[in-house]
């Protein structure tokens, strides 16, 4: 299994508080990605990082920052979440990107947030 | 742009019997194809991938996937279905090199398959 750890892997809060997911890889995997999972809606983008304080939008990227400071960690925060941010998310990593790529991505298990 | 249709929500088999998950894609070139299978409460985890070699391929746990170029489909077939195959399945396509090389992936909304005994 790829080295992925997410946390917090469950976490309750209140709506408008500030909340950090933190993902960290050791497969030392230039590109990481955020993803949120909601039923009926597949997965989609959040951010992603192509490298050490490189990154960039994804689908659903409002209301979200990220910061890679270091290879191995990638953080995603909500400054002030809100009830639409209640979801389950994931974080990703792939060794390449790009379409002449595999393109295979390596996942965390997932950090179901709530908030009320 | 590209884009993914799982053309069912739901599938349930029993134990034994064919898998069909179907796909249909929408791509402005090439694509690269890629099946993920989801289990309760965990992450994904790829399946198989067609990156424009053979395009009848082949992925782990006996699945395989055609790619059908005049049909814009990748239906996940396996010939007889296991209680451990019961699980979320995610067709994904990949978007290519828009904003530089990171190559964004799209996903389909995800077939659900249960498996009878």
């Known amino acids: 299994d790829a080295g992925i750890t997410q946390s917090p892997r469950h976490k309750v809060t209140e709506t408008g508080t500030p909340v950090t997911l933190r993902c960290h890889q050791t497969e030392n995997h230039r590109y990481m990605y955020w993803y949120r999972q909601d039923p009926g809606h597949g997965l989609r983008l959040i951010h992603y990082s192509y490298g050490v304080k490189d990154t960039d939008k994804g689908e659903v990227s409002d209301g979200y920052s990220v910061s890679r400071s270091k290879t191995e960690d990638f953080l995603l925060t909500l400054e002030s979440a809100t009830s639409s941010q209640t979801s389950v998310y994931f974080c990703?990593?792939?060794?390449?990107?790009?379409?002449?790529?595999?393109?295979?991505?390596?996942f965390g298990e997932g950090s179901r947030l709530t908030v009320l | 742009a590209q884009s993914v249709t799982q053309l069912d929500s739901h599938v349930s088999v029993s134990e034994g019997t064919p898998v069909l998950l179907r796909c249909n894609y929408s791509?402005?070139?090439?694509?690269?194809l890629f099946w993920y299978v989801q289990h309760p409460n965990k992450g994904l985890q790829l399946l198989l991938k067609?990156?424009?070699?053979?395009?009848l391929v082949k992925g782990i746990n006996g699945f395989e996937a055609e790619f059908k170029k005049s049909e814009t489909s990748f239906h996940l077939t396996k010939p007889s279905a296991h209680m451990s195959d019961a699980a979320e399945y995610f067709c994904v396509v990949s978007a290519g090199n828009y904003g530089g090389s990171q190559g964004n992936l799209i996903f389909g909304k995800g077939t659900k398959l249960s498996v009878k005994p």
């Open positions: 067609y990156t424009s070699a053979a395009t």
């Open positions: 990703a990593i792939s060794e390449k990107a790009g379409h002449t790529n595999t393109g295979e991505l390596f």
């Open positions: 791509s402005s070139y090439s694509p690269s």
